[in-house]
């Protein structure tokens, strides 16, 4: 199994611009969380889905941010525009919600640069 | 997270020693997840703890779980510098199996050879 793939590795763009996130969760998985980590903030949950169907947004920090998920192989998050604030690793993580507890598998994360 | 407190916050040890890295929640606990992180990669699961005085094993890493106290610790036995990252605890308040997760802030470790 490949894992949790996030694409792009690095992201350096300016502020003002649209930037785009994307992610494919372990085949199989049918739950599928955003995190954002900062030095400041630590690792924070921004969004996650169950079955392809947003759950819980109550982490996604203003309206600049959307997220979704069209198949269960596929997620993006978007960030439109962009600010210096938002420069952060960004993390993907999966897993399979249906036995009492389940972990959760992550990417590699997307680092996030806005100048 | 303010929800989940983890102490130390940096750790430096020899080679060899014994460690013990503490999670503490100000809320129930449901389930609680260990992870390790190396710089500039994901996170990797280590244990799950789910019932009060469980007690998990991972060649030399061992986890708990004290329920009453709501709070976890992990202890390393002889560190070796493989062990060096970041361990970060995972706590799921909610009663059923949400799957949502609250981190602690991490807990850096070194271990010096």
């Known amino acids: 199994d490949a894992g949790v793939i996030q694409s792009p590795r690095h992201e350096v763009t300016e502020m003002g611009q649209e930037v785009t996130l994307r992610c494919k969760p372990i085949?199989?998985?049918?739950?599928l969380f955003w995190y954002r980590q900062t030095m400041m903030r630590g690792l924070e949950l921004l969004i996650y889905?169950?079955?392809?169907?947003?759950?819980?947004d109550s982490g996604m920090p203003e309206d600049r941010f959307s997220a979704k998920m069209p198949n269960a192989s596929f997620s993006t998050l978007k960030i439109q525009p962009s600010e210096p604030r938002d420069s952060a690793v960004y993390f993907c993580?999966?897993?399979?919600?249906?036995?009492?507890?389940?972990?959760?598998?992550f990417g590699p994360g997307t680092r996030l640069t806005v100048t | 997270s303010q929800e989940l407190e983890q102490s130390p916050q940096s750790l430096i040890v020899q080679e060899g020693k014994n460690l013990t890295i503490n999670c503490t929640s100000s809320?129930?606990?449901?389930?609680l997840y260990w992870y390790k992180q190396k710089y500039g990669e994901g996170l990797i699961f280590l244990m799950m703890l789910q019932k009060g005085g469980e007690e998990k094993s991972h060649e030399k890493i061992t986890a708990k779980l004290d329920e009453k106290k709501q709070q976890s610790s992990l202890h390393i036995t002889a560190s070796q510098p493989s062990h060096a990252g970041i361990y970060l605890c995972g706590a799921d308040h909610g009663s059923g199996n949400t799957g949502k997760l609250i981190f602690g802030q991490g807990t850096t470790l070194q271990v010096k050879p």
């Open positions: 993580a999966s897993s399979f919600l249906g036995t009492l507890y389940s972990e959760q598998y």
């Open positions: 889905f169950n079955n392809n169907v947003p759950i819980d």
């Open positions: 085949s199989g998985h049918n739950s």
């Open positions: 809320k129930t606990l449901y389930g």
